[in-house]
């Protein structure tokens, strides 16, 4: 029996020895992906951040686009399609951010069409957008300064 001991030793010592450097290499090219998970397991949660720029910014850019829209046209059509175009997409926004659920310009916006910003169904649908944000306490242009005297 005890002849056999030392064989079964020695068979196992042989089997760790011609395996442990597989075993080892298995072990290093696992390791750093381990580490990465258990680290995403039980690090805190990244900050939550702001997705929309608050409701002052957005207002100050409405109307100042609303200004230049409403102003002297644009020189080149170009730019009076960017400018409708971002006019619309701040009016959105601002219907998103106060709470408009459904406003009509955005299934215009949706859909394209076919002259875009300057779309004469997107026109309406702008107008009946100011409207909404206008009857939920959004003044469209800025408010008169104090008479001077």
Known sequence: MAGDRSVLVGIVLFALIAFSPAV???????????????????????????????????????????????????????????????????LLDVCAAVGIPDPPLRATVTAGGTAGALDADRSLARLRTEAAVEEAGIALQYPAGPAVA
Request: proline share 12%.
């Open 24 to 90: 080892l290499l298995w072990l290093v090219l696992r390791l750093p992906r381990a580490v990465r998970v258990l680290w995403d397991r039980w690090r805190p949660a990244p900050p939550v951040r702001a997705t929309r720029a608050p409701l002052q910014d957005l207002v100050a850019d409405l109307r100042r686009l609303h200004a230049e829209h409403r102003g002297p046209p644009p020189s080149t059509r170009v730019r009076r399609t960017a400018v409708l175009a971002a006019y619309d997409d701040v």
